[in-house]
């Protein structure tokens, strides 16, 4: 059985096999645990690094992002690092992995955008200099073959696929703060293809592409920040926080 309730991070493979990030003191005891529901097996991954993020690309073949590092595991349990996201010495999270439709990988992180390219292996930077530095990239959501959407710690970005060119998200009010100085947590279609901002702070923003409109909701009784949002099989919407639920 699961003897801690310290789990940050889930995942679920295509073949439901629930993946979760165990956290304690960032030491030699964090675990990446398997949760097979048919058979109700668990198992245990020593990684001795935390999780921030997963992804899928081959069949139980999973990348995760840890700190400056992205690391493989195969179905057997085996992992390896595949690469290293920055040559700085700093230890920044890997914050979002996601799957492109080449089956290659966008990551976010505190060293900003980059690309991997998981068949060579290889791993190319995409620098936007706004303040003289590489903006914190923390999530990243895919509009459709030719556009990617980055939530970064300053607002939102637009990055074209066809010219490796950024731009500003095209839909924002300069009034509504999210153009500077807000961290954006992860961003989200539902299921009527409306995107879900979710910020550092308690505030979380609807927009709809087809009219370029938006919606703020803020969240009460929230003691510090909204992380994520889910959209359930109800068309129900769920908002996790830390600290509040």
Known sequence: KLVTNSFFFFFQTRDNLLCIANWLTWTSNDWLIRINPASRHISRVALGKPIFSFAEVEHQNIYLGSLNELIRIDPAGNTETVTRISDQNSLLPVFNLEKDNNGN???????GLHHFNTKTNTLTAYKYDRFGTADYARTTLLLNKDSLLIGTNSGLLLFDLTTDKFSKFPYINPDTNLEENLFVNRIVFDSRKNIWVVTEGQ????FLLNTGSYVNYNIKNVIDNVFDVFENTDKALYIGTWRSG
């Open 105 to 111: 990988l966008w990551i976010s992180s505190g060293y």
């Open 203 to 206: 505030l979380i923003k609807r």
